[in-house]
């Protein structure tokens, strides 16, 4: 079992960046797919971006894709999030996620959860 923490998230002005990190408590590439979800207030938790055990294959949510980058740092077991150009509607508690299983990951199913980073984007 692989524990996960969040860092990063803050307030940003509409337009501007920032950088979540996730610090995993073992050793995560090669063994765990890694990804990003968000839970935006009195909606569903969504799928932000993911990448496979190997790194070969990276997914985005189309609500994101050309402003979000997802990647790891094998060295030092974390996954980052570089968001830019952000929205409003970006606006979400931003969670971690991590599953050893290849199928779970390709339909963005995790099993390992961080306990997640609060962004917030003014208008």
């Known amino acids: 079992q692989v524990q996960l923490v969040e860092s990063g998230g803050g307030l940003v002005q509409a337009g501007g960046s920032l950088r979540l990190s996730c610090v995993a408590s073992?050793?995560?590439?090669?063994?765990?797919?890694m990804g990003w979800f968000r839970q935006a207030p009195g909606k569903e938790r969504e799928f932000v971006a993911a990448?496979?055990?190997?790194?070969?294959?990276?997914y985005y949510a189309d609500s994101v894709k050309g402003r979000f980058t997802i990647s790891g740092d094998a060295a030092k077991n974390t996954a980052s999030l570089q968001m830019n150009n952000l929205k409003p509607e970006d606006t979400a508690v931003y969670y971690c996620?991590?599953?050893?299983?290849?199928?779970?990951?390709?339909?963005?199913?995790?099993?390992?959860w961080g306990p997640g980073t609060q962004v917030t984007v003014s208008s």
């Open positions: 996620a991590a599953t050893s299983n290849e199928l779970r990951f390709r339909k963005r199913e995790f099993d390992y």
């Open positions: 073992a050793r995560t590439f090669s063994t765990y797919a």
């Open positions: 990448f496979s055990r190997s790194g070969g294959i990276i």
